[in-house]
């Protein structure tokens, strides 16, 4: 028997092929103007009993197949850390092939952790987590109400690397309209340069049932997004860092290291301007919506 999911269930696209253990249900924060992903759906811990019969109860022939498992809803690692540490153990237990177990994380789950309990976590095997940093523009986190600064999630990604914790880092192109795009691209590219991410990923800003934030931007267009991704590309001078902007809201698919692919990776965008131009679409505004 496999585990027991309640819907919306969200994963990165990197984690198609892992056993998923929802854990939390929801989003902890919940109340970003932007985003309506778990807009009806309450933030609730599953109950510690519950996730380790669903471990328990795995079927014996899927056990060694399992190399990778991410732990679902919207800021798992939120789960208060004694508990957590059972899941981990009883994972690891359950699961001697396990290569690496993943999560979301989020700014509040980032403020109730310790360095030392980052550390016991990636102990077991807890390697990866995926980050939505969004912006790293205090105005533009302001107006997507995400909570905290640049300041504090940019110490809080450093020290889960330095406990050995791989980020996948997500930005949100158009996140801070037209007006705010030049100081959103290159105050994320700062923060990208000083955490140095082992991934960074671009997603284009589309719309998840909340209006108002939408309304309240002056909207990008075709070209100001190329134009951002252009301008956050050239200014982040970090190390090794693989980037990815294949998210099927993006515009352009691009692919590769930082900063060992930046020319070929402008060169791409700059060839999709010069596409967009012939077609007379860089003023156009991208229809931003889409359906659940």
């Given at each position: 028997m496999m585990p027991d999911y309640t819907q919306p269930l969200y994963r990165p696209p990197s984690e198609a092929r892992s056993l998923i253990f929802q854990i939390t249900h929801g989003c902890s924060h919940n109340d970003c103007t932007f985003c309506g992903m778990y807009l009806h759906k309450p933030f609730r811990l599953k109950p510690l009993h519950q996730v380790l019969e669903e471990i328990r109860r795995i079927p014996a022939d899927i056990v060694p197949r399992v190399r990778?498992?991410?732990?679902a809803d919207g800021d798992a690692v939120i789960y208060?850390?004694?508990?957590?540490?059972?899941?981990?153990?009883?994972l690891n237990a359950k699961f001697p092939t396990v290569q690496r177990i993943s999560a979301y994380v989020g700014r509040k789950a980032m403020a109730t952790?310790?360095?030392?309990?980052?550390?016991?976590?990636?102990?077991?095997?807890?390697?990866?987590?995926?980050?939505?940093?969004?912006?790293?523009?205090?105005?533009?986190?302001?107006?997507?109400?995400?909570?905290?600064?640049?300041?504090?999630?940019?110490?809080?990604?450093?020290?889960?690397?330095?406990?050995?914790?791989?980020?996948?880092?997500?930005?949100?192109?158009?996140g801070?309209?037209?007006?705010?795009?030049?100081?959103?691209?290159?105050?994320?590219?700062?923060?990208?340069?000083?955490?140095?991410?082992?991934?960074?990923?671009?997603?284009?800003?589309?719309?998840?049932?909340?209006?108002?934030?939408?309304?309240?931007?002056?909207?990008?267009?075709?070209?100001?997004?190329?134009?951002?991704a252009q301008l956050l590309i050239e200014n982040i001078d970090g190390k090794n860092i693989i980037f990815r902007a294949n998210h099927i809201s993006n515009l352009v698919t691009l692919s590769g290291t930082l900063p060992r692919d930046r020319d070929r990776l402008l060169q791409e965008i700059a060839r999709h301007r010069e596409?967009?131009?012939r077609q007379g679409r860089l003023d156009e505004v991208p229809e931003f919506y889409e359906e659940f």
């Amino acid at each position: 028997m496999m585990p027991d999911y309640t819907q919306p269930l969200y994963r990165p696209p990197s984690e198609a092929r892992s056993l998923i253990f929802q854990i939390t249900h929801g989003c902890s924060h919940n109340d970003c103007t932007f985003c309506g992903m778990y807009l009806h759906k309450p933030f609730r811990l599953k109950p510690l009993h519950q996730v380790l019969e669903e471990i328990r109860r795995i079927p014996a022939d899927i056990v060694p197949r399992v190399r990778r498992i991410f732990l679902a809803d919207g800021d798992a690692v939120i789960y208060p850390q004694e508990r957590l540490l059972a899941i981990l153990d009883a994972l690891n237990a359950k699961f001697p092939t396990v290569q690496r177990i993943s999560a979301y994380v989020g700014r509040k789950a980032m403020a109730t952790k310790t360095p030392a309990e980052w550390g016991q976590l990636r102990q077991r095997k807890l390697s990866l987590l995926y980050f939505g940093l969004e912006s790293a523009n205090d105005q533009v986190t302001d107006l997507m109400n995400k909570g905290r600064d640049a300041d504090f999630t940019r110490q809080q990604a450093i020290t889960l690397q330095e406990q050995g914790i791989a980020l996948s880092v997500m930005v949100i192109l158009g996140g801070g309209g037209q007006r705010l795009s030049r100081e959103h691209a290159l105050d994320t590219a700062r923060w990208a340069t000083a955490v140095n991410p082992r991934y960074l990923s671009l997603l284009t800003l589309f719309l998840r049932r909340k209006q108002d934030f939408f309304d309240s931007l002056e909207p990008p267009t075709l070209g100001s997004l190329l134009d951002e991704a252009q301008l956050l590309i050239e200014n982040i001078d970090g190390k090794n860092i693989i980037f990815r902007a294949n998210h099927i809201s993006n515009l352009v698919t691009l692919s590769g290291t930082l900063p060992r692919d930046r020319d070929r990776l402008l060169q791409e965008i700059a060839r999709h301007r010069e596409q967009l131009g012939r077609q007379g679409r860089l003023d156009e505004v991208p229809e931003f919506y889409e359906e659940f």
